[in-house]
């Protein structure tokens, strides 16, 4: 299994980015796909998640802000992020697990700039 995670990039304050990831397998049915983010010294957060029905999970500080979805047809899943703060600044990575298994995408830098 292989995750392509892209779309990271420098913003200012307040602005959005999608971050985008691509798997290279059917992910129709897999229920465990998120988003996680590690800052320098800091260990790896989960950010966003989705099951295959749909519902999804938020960290309390990105609540109202990101939205996490997956076109499932495409093998790909998404996290627009919204009024982007400071404390956003990080690598984000895309996660899925199957069979037991988890996975990880190369990790993409957000950037937000006061």
């Known amino acids: 299994v292989q995750l392509q995670a892209s779309g990271g990039g420098l913003v200012q304050v307040g602005g959005s980015l999608r971050l985008s990831c691509t798997a290279s397998?059917?992910?129709?049915?897999?229920?465990?796909i998120g988003w996680f983010r590690q800052g320098p010294g800091k260990q790896r957060d989960l950010v966003a998640a989705i099951t295959s029905g749909g519902s999804t999970n938020y960290a309390d500080s990105v609540k109202g802000r990101f939205t996490i979805s997956r076109a499932n047809a495409r093998n790909m899943f998404y996290l627009q992020m919204n009024n982007l703060k400071p404390e956003d600044t990080s690598v984000y990575y895309c996660?899925?697990?199957?069979?037991?298994?988890?996975?990880w995408g190369q990790g993409t830098q957000v950037t937000v700039s006061s």
């Open positions: 996660n899925l697990v199957r069979a037991g298994s988890s996975y």
């Open positions: 397998v059917t992910i129709f049915s897999i229920n465990g």
